[in-house]
């Protein structure tokens, strides 16, 4: 089972994700971009769990690029809306932080939720190479916020090249567009390992 289905007290790991984004008041709708066998379960999720905000499922690609340009091709967008995309698996975002970043992204055009690191740095491969200066490093988490044109120019030009960027923000800055930082959250963490699995469940 992929992570964000597994269930925790009894509800999906992508519920709780979902209800972040059902709650807030500047989140007009929600689109899944999701592996067609388990559209059936988020239908139901959707009915079960009132979520009414889910405008439509569509089908998932091979990587999360792909998944990402399914969903903004299905909506109805002009180039000027703003589209967040954020991971399933990480479902402790914060109110705070998603407002945060849409009133970020509306006032200077777009936004990107990262971590400033904190820990000591390094380059290596199982010896110490060098140290990194971590005062300019953040780990790059989810939402990213940006124009609904602005994503669809990025994905188009990343396919030309037959680039595959891991995350949206990469795609923007190949338009040599400057993308603005909010800060985040270690709770805002991605369910990726089995240890992640132990803590969301605490």
């Known amino acids: 089972t992929p992570k964000q289905y597994l269930r925790f007290h009894g509800k999906e790991l ?29 239908n139901k999720i959707a009915k079960d769990y009132n979520l009414t905000k889910i405008s439509q499922l569509v089908e998932g690609g091979e990587e999360r690029q792909d998944s990402v340009y399914n969903a903004l091709k299905a909506m109805k967008a002009d ?10 698996a990480r479902p402790m975002l914060s109110d705070s932080i998603l407002t945060k970043a849409i009133n970020t992204a509306k006032g200077k055009g777009n936004a990107l939720v990262c ?5 000591t740095l390094l380059k290596g491969d199982q010896v110490v190479g ?15 916020i940006f124009k609904h044109g602005d994503l669809m120019k ?17 795609l923007i800055k190949e338009l040599g567009i400057d993308i603005n930082i909010v800060e985040g959250s270690m709770l805002n963490f991605k369910v990726t390992t089995m240890t992640d699995i132990e803590m969301f469940e605490k």
């Open 130 to 144: 060098e140290y990194v200066d971590r005062s300019e490093m953040y780990y790059v988490q989810t939402p990213q």
């Open 79 to 88: 180039d000027g809306d703003f589209v967040a995309v954020h991971d399933a």
């Open 115 to 119: 971590l400033k690191a904190r820990d």
């Open 14 to 42: 992508i519920v709780y994700t979902l209800e972040v984004f059902q709650r807030n008041n500047l989140v007009d709708e929600i689109i899944i971009s999701a592996e067609l066998p388990y559209h059936t379960l988020l």
């Open 154 to 170: 990025a994905m188009k030009k990343a396919y030309e090249k037959n680039f595959i960027g891991t995350d949206e923000s990469m």
